[in-house]
């Protein structure tokens, strides 16, 4: 390889520790680790919701089972530098994997380097510590064995991974669903086409083994179904809002679109069900806006194979270039990894490679506040908090609703805690059983606690407000704690 061409994977490695590092915490991140915890300290599951008093005889199936224990494992040997460490280790090796299917459809290194980091900086919306991290790598993996089956000419991978894959993934976080979609998308698609030397009797019997799969897991057949049930349903959630179509919103990912479709229709591609599966994925991203960078998986080596066909068309054959101007590139791609690198470096080591608490995004002040105070009994809180409370307040405090959605709460109570969230009819049924509530300044929530004559504000600060039952006793702590200018995780 050339020296440039060192350089450009350089640069994907770069990118993707740009784009995948970023250290701050997602809303479930307490409860990921926190859940991962209890399931490694007592080798078990958990059948009920115990942390919560609006539903604590419901059943929780927990689909995050591997993921939750590994993020606990880790933060308990390495802390949250480990964390930030595994979500960039994973992105890198689902980069690695994306780089091995871009390969196969262009020959052209600087194009599928181009198409990397275009990819790393779509997958960048969900590289947080969550369970989705293993999805992507997971997907990748799927992806390029099919894609390999279909355009790995005499010698294609073999497919027997594929149902071992699924086995550890629907115990992993529930994108498997995305994962079997493509996998059955792909295969029916491919047998309608039948290309030559490719038995559609063989991709069937792995996909039947991949569905089986899905039945290797703690619930059974009731997982895979909930699943299924579960992602029908519509959430008040802004990640599962849909990405409009007109506008400068998401304006890469359309871009993207927009560039795998030219790559098709300029070189009249006949791979039909790769085409295919690609753009479920973009109806699917239009539709739910979390979708994203399962989205990017499956489309870098299609954007790989459009970057080829431009670069052609404008004579930027990188092989074709001259010693000098092949330096200069070299220089430049090093440059820029360069600076990726230590942007990364730099707003790591200012947060001690530590994991980025907003207290702008979470009731930091407020929840120390209510720690101090000794506080206990059933806590009202927003959805978004749910976890964080948990982390903090539990066993003293059971919440009323968190990240765990409907695998840990009915309908009805998911909708009593949204209606509560927004102060409108019917959210002062959360109230009944609850001795305090922690719930957004700003928020519907807030306003309907301050005119009820039977709650009292104890606590205020520019996040959260928190009340309490006018005839019950309140004793803050008398000196209060001083504030953390950048709090960490925990």
């Known amino acids: 390889m050339k020296p440039w ?16 590092s970023v250290p701050v915490a997602d809303n479930d991140l307490w ?17 009920l919701n115990q942390y919560s008093y609006t539903a604590p005889s419901h059943p929780w199936i927990n689909h995050e089972i591997l993921a939750e224990c590994s993020f ?60 989705q991290i293993f999805s992507f790598l997971a997907l990748a993996v799927v992806w390029d064995r099919l894609d390999g089956y279909a355009h790995g000419g005499d010698d294609p991978p073999r497919l027997w991974v594929l149902p071992l894959v699924f086995a550890a993934w629907i115990n992993t976080h529930g994108g498997v669903l995305a994962g079997i979609a493509v996998l059955l998308a792909f295969g029916a698609l491919h047998g309608w086409a039948r290309p030559a030397g490719r038995r559609p009797t063989e991709l069937a019997i792995v996909a039947a083994a991949c569905v089986g799969a899905l039945l290797l897991n703690p619930y059974g057949w009731r997982l895979p179904a909930f699943l299924v049930a579960d992602v029908l349903r519509s959430r008040e959630i802004s990640e599962w809002a849909p990405v409009p179509l007109l506008g400068l919103a998401n304006l890469r990912f359309k871009a993207a679109v927009g ?18 599966v690609l753009g479920l994925a973009a109806l699917a991203t239009f539709r739910h806006e979390r979708h994203l960078p399962m989205f990017a998986v499956l489309a870098a080596p299609h954007l790989a194979a459009t970057f080829t066909l431009l670069s052609e068309t404008l004579r930027l054959r990188l092989r074709e270039f001259s010693r000098g101007a092949a330096a200069v590139l070299a220089a430049g791609l090093v440059a820029i990894a360069a600076l990726e690198v230590e942007a990364a470096w730099r707003l790591c080591r200012d947060l001690r490679f530590q994991i980025y608490v907003s207290p702008e995004q979470f009731p930091v002040e407020a929840v120390r506040f209510l720690k101090r105070a000794g506080s206990s009994g059933n806590l009202a809180v927003a959805f978004d908090w749910g976890e964080y409370a948990i982390w903090h307040l539990y066993p003293a405090c059971r919440v009323s609703i968190d990240g765990r959605y409907t695998t840990a709460y009915p309908p009805d109570v998911i909708d009593r805690a949204w209606r509560f969230s927004d102060g409108r009819p019917g959210g002062e049924e959360m109230l009944a059983d609850a001795a305090i509530a922690l719930v957004e300044r700003r928020g519907g929530a807030a306003r309907m606690l301050a005119e009820h004559a039977g709650w009292r504000q104890v606590h205020a600060d520019p996040t ?27």
């Open 5 to 20: 061409g060192w350089c450009g994977w350089v640069l994907v490695a770069a990118s993707g520790i740009f784009f995948f």
């Open 31 to 47: 409860g990921h680790v926190y859940f991962g915890r209890e399931m490694l300290a007592s080798l078990r599951l958990p059948v």
């Open 72 to 131: 606990a494992a880790t933060y308990r040997v390495f802390g949250s530098a480990g964390l930030l460490a595994l979500k960039v280790a994973l992105g890198l090796l689902a980069l690695a994997v994306m780089a091995k299917t871009a390969r196969r459809r262009t020959d052209d290194p600087a194009a599928t380097v181009v198409a990397l980091v275009f990819a790393a900086s779509l997958m960048s919306y969900g590289y947080l510590v969550r369970p």
């Open 259 to 276: 560039l795998c479709a030219l790559g098709a229709l300029w070189s009249r591609s006949r791979d039909l069900p790769g085409l295919a």
């Open 464 to 490: 959260a407000v928190v009340f309490v039952r006018a005839t019950e006793p309140f004793e803050p702590a008398a000196a209060p704690e001083p504030t953390v200018a950048a709090p960490i995780f925990p």
